[in-house]
């Protein structure tokens, strides 16, 4: 079993970045793929990108691709998402997730596991 804490969301302009984390407990994490989705108001839950227990596999939806960055360190047992070239609509609360199957899994529904969720806010 894993456990999964979100950080460093917050506010940002629009062409603004910012990077979340997302902290797993237990001695188990480099057994995980990982993933991060997003939630905004009234919208389903939707893939971001997924990153393979190794991390020499990813994976990024099209809307953002070329601006953010999925990496892992298991050695400190953390995920990140490094966000570039934000837009107003990539405000969402973003959860990060671990799943057994893989390497790389885009169906919220095939994660085991869940973070509490960090929101992003980017003004126009």
């Known amino acids: 079993q894993v456990q999964l804490v979100e950080s460093g969301g917050g506010l940002v302009q629009a062409g603004g970045s910012l990077r979340l984390s997302c902290a797993a407990s237990g001695r188990t994490f480099s057994s995980y793929h990982m993933g991060w989705f997003r939630q905004a108001p009234g919208k389903e839950r939707e893939f971001v990108a997924a990153i393979s227990w190794s991390g020499n596999r990813s994976y990024y939806a099209d809307s953002v691709k070329g601006r953010f960055t999925i990496s892992r360190d298991n050695a400190k047992n953390t995920v990140w998402l490094q966000m570039n070239s934000l837009k107003p609509e990539d405000t969402a609360v973003y959860y990060c997730?671990?799943?057994?199957?893989?390497?790389?899994?885009?169906?919220?529904?095939?994660?085991?596991?869940w973070g509490q969720g960090a929101q992003v806010t980017v003004s126009s």
């Open positions: 997730a671990a799943t057994t199957r893989g390497p790389i899994v885009k169906k919220f529904y095939e994660y085991d596991y």
